[in-house]
Structure formats: C-alpha cells, structure tokens
C-alpha cells in the first residue's frame, strides 16, 4: 500500500465553483501534513500546512481526519489561476528520509 | 526560492552517456535531498545527505551516485544513463527545522528542476 494516496483527478470545475480533494495516507504515526500545489512544468510550491484543528487561508480550507486518516483540500470561489496539480504530503517521522508524496490530482478551472 | 539553483534546466542524453546535475544552495542547509518525478508515480526519493560528506540513499538509488564533498553543492550522477531515467529531478532543502535536524513538522522546498530525457 502506498503511503499517500490521492484521487489523481482530473477534476473540471467552472469559475466560482467549490471543489474538494481528498488524500488518505497509511502510517498512524504521521506527524505533519502539508498541501503543495504544482503548476505545469514547474516545481512543487508549499500551499499550506495542515493543522489538527483545521486551517483556513482565503478561500483554502484544509482538514485533518486523524481517526480516519485522511486530509482534505477545500477551494471555494475557484478562479482560473487556481488550476494546478495538488499535492498532499506527509511528514512520517521515521526519520532523516521523512517526507511522503501523494501523485496529486488536477485541477482545471474552466471559464 | 533563490536560495537554491538547480543546472542544467534541461538535457537530452543519449543511452549509455554519463552527467552530473548540480544543486547550489546558499542558505547553509545541512540535510539535501534529491527526487525525481514522473507521471502517475509522484516525487520519489533518490538520494539525500544530513551533512557535508555524507550520503545515503532514498527509494530508488539506483542508478544514480551521489556525492556532498561542499555543504552548499549536492551532486546527483548517472553514469550511465538509460531510458527509465527520462524523469524531472528536484533538488529539495528543508523549509524548517534547525541546523542538523528535519524534524516531525519540517517540510521541504524544491529547486526549480531539471529536465532530462535519455533516448
């Protein structure tokens, strides 16, 4: 089973809609979460993290379902320019080599 | 993230060819680390290094050598490169954590990537 796991997409929205991923991940232990977005042909750029409680940036919402384990990605209002791949990453604290990757799902706002 | 460049941006090789892709830092890094991505299969990790003169290897080494004989410089080598490893590779330092450690809550940030492609 891999460590990250994400619906690869793609997901076709229309300008304003609200969209969700999901990201389920395998080790209980995991400590940190993050999201990255990745435009094309471009490098992976830190989004937000993922906090217990649930975190909120502008019209990014992200939630962390430990018991169930899975992170989820909220985008309201979407805009053309949120069209992106969208990573989820997990910090497993198994030590130096700690970081795990999910493939990441496409997003393309449509007009 | 000026702090980390990344040469080539792009090279094509033939099979059996050898190179060194480089990644320069300027931020005093102690852990590197070096990832290739490819379609429907995610980051994944090659090599990295918790210090100057130090290397170990990640989920896929092979293939691949490595060496961090400066802390600012971490070299990522084919020596003989083949068609697999037409792939885009990431030059990533921590984006936290204090020096000598990637702790728990630490993530990383990537270098803007190199593109390779073996025929």
């Known amino acids: 089973r891999k460590e990250v796991e994400q619906d690869p997409g793609p997901f076709n929205v229309p300008e304003g809609a609200t969209v969700a991923f999901n990201c389920t991940y395998s080790?209980?232990?995991?400590?940190?979460f993050f999201w990255y977005r990745q435009d094309c042909r471009k490098e992976p750029k830190l989004l937000m993290s993922?906090?217990?409680s649930g975190n909120e940036d502008g019209r990014f919402t992200a939630q962390l379902n430990r018991a169930s384990q899975y992170i989820s990605l909220l985008i309201r209002d979407s805009k053309l320019s949120d069209s992106a791949t969208y990573l989820c990453?997990?910090?497993?604290?198994?030590?130096?080599?700690?970081?795990?990757f999910g493939t990441g799902t496409r997003l393309t706002v449509i007009p | 993230n000026a702090g980390v460049t990344q040469t080539p941006k792009f090279r094509v090789l033939k099979t059996g060819q050898s190179m060194t892709l480089l990644c320069a830092q300027d931020?005093?890094?102690?852990?590197m680390y070096w990832y290739r991505q490819d379609p429907g299969m995610g980051l994944r990790l090659i090599h990295y290094?918790?210090?100057?003169?130090?290397?170990a290897k990640g989920e896929v080494p092979d293939g691949y050598n490595v060496s961090r004989l400066k802390k600012q410089n971490f070299l990522l080598g084919l020596e003989s490169a083949a068609p697999s490893q037409t792939s885009v590779y990431f030059c990533?330092?921590?984006?936290?954590?204090?020096?000598?450690?990637?702790?728990?809550?630490?993530?990383?940030?990537f270098g803007p990537g190199t593109r390779l492609t073996v025929l």
């Open positions: 990453v997990v910090n497993s604290s198994t030590g130096a080599n700690n970081l795990f």
């Open positions: 080790n209980s232990a995991s400590q940190s």
């Open positions: 993922v906090y217990s």
């Open positions: 931020m005093n890094h102690e852990y």
């Open positions: 290094s918790v210090g100057e003169g130090t290397t």
């Open positions: 990533a330092p921590p984006l936290a954590g204090g020096p000598g450690r990637f702790g728990r809550s630490d993530t990383q940030y």
